[in-house]
DNA sequence: GATGAATGAGCGTTCATTCAT
DNA sequence: AATGAATGAACGCTCATTCAT
């Protein structure tokens, strides 16, 4: 019957979201199965029927999460413009940098959530978990397809604009470390868009090598 | 009395040591203060005469870490090269970076250990805990003053150059991911020129700007 | 179902128990939860499933020992004369301070266990934890309520009463000091005679403060 | 050399002084003697040289404060009447038991201590302890020998008035329980007038009794 | 499938006591 | 006599995990 299956889901994500909650709240460590179980009101033992255990749960909120935020950003994008094909890349990355900056900065919980257990793994493999999502990469893909310039190992680039992006708003925004985010996000845009240069086929890259 | 303090030196530096190896082996959260102790061959009780807990050991560790692979690198240069200003900083800078990526290389559980325990607060005060040794800022400075070139906001600089490093290197060479670090050498130090120029007064970031 | 209930209550008396004969046999300060739990065959986690640390089973035993001895002496009582409104007041509480120092007398182990551990509030609350039982403070009233005599403060009479008693019993019983128990008896009853004058409304105190 | 001798009394002294205060702040069980030796700026070993343990130390400071207790209510008294023998043995004890109330009054933490640790073997032998301090028991004697009337079983009667005072003013004045202290101060002192006059051998024993 | 009582290893931490200096 | 580093047993307590119901 699919309503059983329905109520599995339902119990499963009662259990997400109250470990999304307590995550974000205390962090991981500081938080327990039990902590988690109780806040779903559940049982302590329905907390294993569901997954092998608090890391489980953390991994799959994590990649989760990461894939909202960017889904989130890429959402706002198509709202602004109707057609990607129209759009300079450079544009329509830095939108999403710009904008995946403001969700950390309404939510820094969500910011040290992420950054603190967030593996490339896990983020490029969250199709693999979430079937109906489409994958961050796949948008990537789209984006850099549609664009007139042709970028080599863009895996790579992608990789470097996120481990980029993640690790310096952590301490920019929690504890604005070495300066403001104000103040630091232009720089950060400045860097993704060198390292989208850097990665072009024939043009931007080499202009730089040769500098 | 100087042997007592000598004594005490040589037990905090067993505690340090047996730490370290360790937090490398099994990592932060697996490593108890039993364990430390053990492998010390000391009492339980003896580890709280020198440490809060495991996390102050911890960050000692990481600072002391951090401030040895850059002390490394540059060393390296300077035996090198006899004088630094006949240097190009770019040069120097990338020198470091390569030389950086070696150490990580030569020692995985190292770069696991600093990755996921540095932070930025924990680095850039490093002379605060070992007033014998200079600060990695501090050789930054140097550096940066000798070079005809003259950079903006120093510090910013400095924080996105390791924070790329630092977060980029441990997927690439622990799980050679997305690509194995041969191959990445040289896009991340090529990210790293771009963002030495991105910082550069007049000439460089302007250039990037105006492309 | 009740069978879970049930042995729910099993365990928290074979905790219980365990922690009565301990304290009494050790003293409270020298038993440990562990020497708790390992006695009643229990694992230690189990005993912080019932209680919240030792001192919240120790109040909890105070308070039942305390009403226990109280109830065995009113029920001594209560079998000897058929009805209390025929008696005396007086004599009914001489009866029940002779019956508590034949207890005492007895079981020197739980006068010491009840002398140092008991406070007023701890035993003018059993009613609020022992639902089922009467409280002592309800006896009283009912026997002072019976009686042709008036008193006034009824709780703060029976405060010095059960305080003189408690107090005074300890060494006299425990240690013979200043002298044992079948010298002190009489006097001891006298003075909670005069307690009892002391209180009376119209005649007893009076005549005392004119004396 | 008496120096050292002196020297000596005086580590005692710190050691007992800091003792006290951390004591009547933190209670017995919360104090450790590495707190005491800190405090009175000493190595932890040397207290082991004073006292066997933390409590010699308490067991010392509780027969000292009780002491210093009624030898403070005794001067006061001596303060007020230039002789005794001209005054009741009633007035005199109620003037004590009243000048004892109020210093409790004024230090509940003192009072915490000693009800807490009080024993009836400590008080009745502080003499021993302190060579050059009268024993309350001797100015009981004293005052009872003054005395028109005559006591049977001085000690006994002495011990009754302390345990009644020291256990019934506990809950009075550090929980306001069953009432307030100056509510029950004058009832306390007419308790203690009746023992009084039960232990008088010819005239108020026997009135109550046939009473 | 869901429960939650029970487990017990393991944690961090304290502290009385010893003893070489 | 005085020190204080070192000890290590013992503490209270947590919690992932199991399993009978």
Redesign the interface.
Known sequence: MGKIEDKKKLKKEALLESAMILFTEKGV?ETSVSDITSRAKMAKGTFYLYFKDKYEIRDHLVARKANEIFENAHHSMQSKWQTISQMDVEECITFLVENIIDQFKESPSLLRFIAKNL???VF?NIRIKDLDNRNCMDVFDELLEASAKVYR?K??MV??IV??L???CY?VIL?H???GIEQ?KK??I??V???L???EDSA??K???T?
């Open positions: 460590a593996s490339w793994g490029s190992q895996e790579l990789y470097m481990e980029l993640n690790s310096t301490n504890y470390m070495p300066v630091f720089d950060l400045l860097a868009r060198n390292i240069h850097q990665f931007g890259a202009q730089l090598e500098a």
